[in-house]
């Protein structure tokens, strides 16, 4: 049978047995500690959607506790606290597009540099001569500066306050030759030199054959000079 607290409504299964025959008993709620007069009922247990509501438990020694029948709570949720960004990571991928522009710029340089060394060789051959055998060595051999073009007929001329440099530029090739800036250095007794110019050439190129004078003044030389020089200027 089905016993039900007066006070909590806190509902029971129990033996009729134990309720002491036509009498009842005194009982105790065990939820609320409510005691009443518990006599036996003269209906049957209850059936339908009522029974269904009572689920069976163990019985315990006088009085068995079911499931107090209550509506359910609702729960509210703690304040979600808003959630820190995480910090940025860069994807598989991330760099790629930079890697790329990178690479494409390196290249880029490695072409250049490979380019003006091979324009600027002569001149590059001409601070570092070692640097011409290496050339040679992968084909790009390097003319000297004046290739094909001699200096010659040097003849100075020293006045009172000046010394004046005569001679000629011979172009032996049998194509147009471009001709470098000229230096005129003065010497002494020990072939030190004492003294130089760099001037430009009295003409920028020769055709095949062409000889070209020049006439050099060289203002206020030193006294110690006794011997003159011509070559090509290095660029």
């Known amino acids: ?44 247990a209850p059936t339908g959607k009522d029974a269904s509501l009572i689920a069976p438990v163990a019985s315990e020694a006088a009085v068995t506790y079911e499931h107090r029948l209550r509506p359910p709570r609702l729960a509210v949720p703690p304040r979600s606290q ?3 960004p995480l910090p940025r990571q860069r994807g598989r991928h991330g760099w790629a597009p930079f890697g790329k522009v990178l690479v494409i710029v390196l290249a880029l340089l490695l072409v250049l540099a490979l380019l003006a060394g091979v324009v600027a060789r002569r001149w590059l051959s001409a601070m570092w001569p070692p640097a011409e055998r290496l050339y040679a060595s992968i084909g790009l051999p390097v ?24 001679g000629e530029i ?61 070559t090509f200027a290095n660029p």
């Open 82 to 84: 808003p959630a820190s």
């Open 1 to 44: 049978m089905i016993v039900t607290c007066t006070a909590c409504q806190t509902r029971y299964r129990v033996d009729e047995q134990e309720l002491g025959g036509t009498g009842g008993r005194d009982v105790r709620c065990t939820n609320c500690g409510h005691i009443w007069h518990q006599a036996p009922p003269a209906i049957e």
């Open 170 to 230: 011979v172009n032996l090739e049998s194509t147009p030759r471009d001709v470098p800036r000229l230096r005129v250095a003065l010497r002494d007794a020990a072939e030190k030199e004492v003294q130089f110019e760099i001037v430009d050439p009295p003409k920028a190129q020769l055709q095949p054959g062409e000889v070209e004078h020049f006439s050099i003044p060289i203002s206020h030389p030193v006294d110690t000079a006794t011997g003159v020089v011509v």
């Open 143 to 166: 003319e000297s500066l004046g290739a094909g073009l001699v200096i010659g007929k040097i003849a100075p001329a020293r006045s009172s306050d000046a010394l004046m440099v005569a």
